[in-house]
């Protein structure tokens, strides 16, 4: 029981940090809305992706290998070339 | 870094990946961890609080030229993430029509979320190589130094 107003306080604090984190997503997505603006019909895109993203064995490893080389690579040349640390 | 963060990094590394590789989760998949995404991103973040609050306090003091960077770094993969997230549930196909709920597919929107994935790669990357030591210590830390010790 004594470990209980210690639980509590960390919820709290857990929490207004959650909500502090979860204002500066809803202010980024709400500026973000605002300078696209609501979905269009007139600007509407017609292809059927579910069918142009059924997954493949193939094609998903291929992407996934890729998408891991590519972020790989960047990790590597921010460390090699570009002196990236803290 | 404790082994809870770690294993989230872990864990929000696996996600990201999966989510740029559309092709291999098929998209209503893609789609539902898109969504999950920022609970994982939450958790990361509130794992990270201490070195966040510390920077943000740190941003006008002399000499924290790196920090500044860093944190400048972060906030800019914060936002990237952030309308990656809002530009998929704006033209979401499958997760957003389960609830009822009506989309369009924007070509705009559908512009900005692919993108603005090229850019949220490279400065993962750059995130990934900044805290690249500390990763690396947490893996011999607590899985390396583990998996040797039980030998």
């Known amino acids: 029981m004594s470990e209980r107003p210690g639980f509590l306080a960390w919820l709290a604090r857990t929490a207004a940090r959650a909500i502090v984190i979860i204002l500066a997503a809803g202010a980024v997505a709400g500026v973000v809305y605002l300078l696209v603006g609501a979905p269009e019909a007139a600007r509407e895109y017609r292809q059927d992706e579910v069918a142009r993203f059924a997954p493949t064995l193939a094609h998903g490893l291929g992407q996934l290998a890729g998408e891991a080389f590519l972020l790989a690579l960047v990790v590597y040349a921010s460390r090699r070339w570009c002196k990236v640390r803290l | 870094m404790s082994r809870l963060a770690l294993v989230v990094d872990v864990v929000l590394l696996a996600v990201v990946l999966s989510l740029f590789s559309?092709?291999?989760t098929g998209l209503p998949l893609h789609e539902w961890i898109g969504l999950g995404l920022f609970g994982i991103i939450l958790v990361h973040l509130l794992l990270s609080w201490a070195w966040i609050a510390t920077s943000t306090r740190r941003i006008f003091a002399p000499g924290h030229?790196?920090?500044r960077i860093n944190l400048a770094l972060n906030w800019l993969l914060f936002v990237l993430v952030l309308v990656e997230v809002v530009s998929g549930v704006m033209i979401s196909r499958v997760a957003?029509?389960?609830f009822g709920?009506?989309?369009v597919e924007d070509g705009t929107w559908r512009a900005l979320h692919n993108q603005t994935?090229?850019?949220t790669?490279?400065?993962l990357g750059v995130h990934i190589a900044m805290?690249?030591?500390a990763l690396i210590r947490g893996v011999q830390r607590y899985f390396w130094s583990g998996a040797r010790a039980s030998e």
């Open chain 2, 117 to 119: 994935l090229n850019w």
């Open chain 2, 22 to 24: 559309p092709r291999a």
């Open chain 2, 65 to 67: 030229r790196r920090t």
């Open chain 2, 96 to 98: 957003l029509p389960a």
């Open chain 2, 121 to 123: 790669l490279l400065v």
């Open chain 2, 101 to 103: 709920v009506a989309t």
């Open chain 2, 131 to 133: 805290n690249w030591q």
